[in-house]
Every structure is written in C-alpha cells, then in structure tokens.
Nanobody
Framework: QVQLTESGGQSVQTGGSLNLSCVGI????????MGWFRQAPGKGREFVAA????????GYGDSVKGRFTISRDNAKNTVYLQMNNLVPEDTAAYYC????????????????????WGQGTQVTVSS
C-alpha cells in the first residue's frame, strides 16, 4: 500500500513561485515512477509533470513547460514540483500519483497509468 501526502499549496500572485512536495509512505519508494496532475473547478484532471523511478527522465504538460520542474529525492521519499512564473490558469488542486509499471527509464502521462493518488493540495494564483 502506498500513501501519498501533498503539501505546499497556497495563494500567490501572478508571477510568483511555489514548491509543492509529495511525501510517499511506501516500501521501496524509489521503485515508483511519480507524476503530478491538476484539476481546476469544472474541468477534468490534467497532466502536469512526471519523473521516472530511475535515470530521472522527466516529462511535462505543454502548458507548464519551461515554468515547472519535477524532481525527486528517494532518500527522503519525496517528489517535488517547483512552479515558477505562475499565472491564474495554474489555479487548481494539484495531485501526486505513483505507479510501479514499466521500466526504470519511463515516465507516464495518463491518469489511468497510476495506481496510487494523494488527496491534493490547492494552488490559487490571483492576478
């Protein structure tokens, strides 16, 4: 069983930065590929960023490329999402997800590829 807990969400102004964290309680946390998704009110869940369990391969949604960075520290069982140059369109609940599928060098961009989810942390960006 994997338990994921996100933190770091808060209200910021346009152009601001936030660093979200997701702590995983699981044996062999480093064996999970991790992802971040977000969901704005009235919209479906959107892929934000993902990182493989080894090598550190990363992928990003088009709307966040160049502004967001995903990273992980397996010694701390934590994955991070550094968000810069935030805009109101980034306002959403942000969710951390984990999967053990596939090989060490792969990351995953679809919701149905992840087995474990956190409860989310709210990010609000005001203009």
């Amino acid at each position: 069983q994997v338990q994921l807990t996100e933190s770091g969400g808060q209200s910021v102004q346009t152009g601001g930065s936030l660093n979200l964290s997701c702590v995983g309680i699981a044996p062999l946390f480093g064996s999970y590929a991790m992802g971040w998704f977000r969901q704005a009110p009235g919209k479906g869940r959107e892929f934000v960023a993902a990182i493989s369990r080894a090598i550190g391969a990363t992928g990003y949604g088009d709307s966040v490329k160049g502004r967001f960075t995903i990273s992980r520290d397996n010694a701390k069982n934590t994955v991070y999402l550094q968000m810069n140059n935030l805009v109101p369109e980034d306002t959403a609940a942000y969710y951390c997800a984990a999967t053990r599928r596939g090989g060490g060098g792969f990351y995953y961009t679809r919701e149905d590829e992840y087995e474990h989810w956190g409860q989310g942390t709210q990010v609000t960006v005001s203009s």
